[in-house]
């Protein structure tokens, strides 16, 4: 029996491989000259970066702050030290939502701008 498969069948995922990277690049350029048009000078792009660092680090925090909470709440303590800690764990969840909010509102106002800031900190753990 002759094997039936077609030569060109493997090549096929390197090909869209190929051709996502290519996607990837042409939308990463597009960005850049979006963020350039509406945001000409360097100074003001670099503010506005800086605005999301800032508003990533808060969010960055809240989590964190979160995340301590509950560590301390699954230790054995009193139920009055419970529900302490579970109130702060409430304004803790609460504050980490305004900072979500914050980032998605400076998303809404510079979309280019956010979309090269998650390309930028995509490396980074949160």
Known sequence: MADTKDPFESLLPRAIEALQSIQNSLSVLADVQLAA????????????????????????????????????????ISDEKNTELRLQLKEAMDHRS???????????LFPAQSRLHRLDRSQEKR
């Open 37 to 76: 048009e509406f945001t000409p000078d360097h100074e003001s792009r670099t503010r506005v970066y800086r605005l999301f660092d800032a508003a990533k680090k808060r969010d960055s925090d809240a989590a964190d702050a979160i995340q301590a909470l509950r560590e301390r709440i699954d230790k054995p």
């Open 98 to 108: 305004e900072t979500l909010n914050a980032i998605a509102d400076l998303s809404k």
